[in-house]
């Protein structure tokens, strides 16, 4: 069984600083692409930053110049630093990975528990 577990959110000031972390394990042959997502209040779920194994990365126009996603294929895990934070990154953001469980299965789509990320004074 596959779990991605989510750390890092907390309470920032504006213009601070935070790192998620996503770390994926249990029973994995393979990572393929990994994501961030973020929900606000009463919205959908929105995509803010993608990476694939080679280290590829896109970026949603709102978080660029300010957020860097990272991984470390070794240690299934991904990384999201987030700087220059605004109230406007106020939400909940989850962790996204598609992982084959065996060789030769087709990749499947798992998500975090979610982490809340508040940006106040």
């Known amino acids: 069984q596959v779990q991605l577990v989510e750390s890092g959110g907390g309470l920032v000031q504006p213009g601070g600083s935070l790192r998620l972390s996503c770390a994926a394990s249990g029973s994995i042959y393979s990572v393929y692409s990994m994501a961030w997502y973020r929900q606000f209040l009463g919205k959908q779920r929105e995509l803010v930053a993608g990476?694939?194994?080679?280290?590829?990365?896109n970026y949603a126009d709102s978080v660029k110049g300010r957020f860097t996603l990272s991984r470390d294929n070794a240690k299934n895990t991904m990384y999201l630093q987030m700087n220059n934070l605004k109230p406007e990154d106020t939400a909940v953001y989850y962790c996204?990975?598609?992982?084959?469980?065996?060789?030769?299965?087709?990749?499947?789509?798992?998500w975090g528990q979610g982490t809340q990320v508040t940006v106040s004074s």
């Open positions: 996204n990975a598609d992982i084959s469980e065996a060789r030769g299965t087709i990749p499947l789509d798992y």
């Open positions: 990476i694939i194994s080679g280290g590829s990365t």
